[in-house]
């Protein structure tokens, strides 16, 4: 099955919310409300997932896991003899499924936009 293009074929752009709740009514036949409600269901289902488990995995499209990141030392790159500490956070390693990489591999991505110069 082809999947919907929420870009629809344009330079590469970033897929918004809008974008995507567009494809999804229009698919659908459904009201763009009602499909932006669905997404940010969908958001709100999977951060409490992460919050309460520390891990989402969806098959096929790969898994998300909350990490810690240790603190380390970092350097302004404007004053490299400044040391500055970079305390221990969390942060999320998403790691795609087999069928997402192969699905990347063979598409042709779309190509980047040059800033325009005044």
């Not at 009602?34 to 898994?63: C, K, M, S």
Request: proline share 7%; glycine share 6%; charged share 30%.
């Amino acid at each position: 099955m082809k999947q919907p293009n929420a870009n629809n074929g344009s330079p590469a752009t970033t897929s918004t919310r809008r974008d995507i709740s567009t494809v999804i009514s229009k698919t659908y036949n459904i009201s763009q409300m009602l499909a932006y409600q669905i997404i940010d269901t969908t958001f709100e289902v999977l951060l409490a997932n992460l919050i309460e488990n520390g891990h989402v995995e969806l098959r096929g499209f790969g898994v998300f896991e909350v990490v810690q990141r240790k603190g380390r030392k970092g350097r302004n790159p404007k004053k490299p003899e400044d040391e500055v500490w970079i305390p221990e956070r969390k942060s999320i390693r998403f790691k795609p499924s087999r069928l997402l990489r192969s699905d990347l591999a063979d598409a042709a991505l779309p190509s980047k936009r040059l800033p325009e110069e005044d």
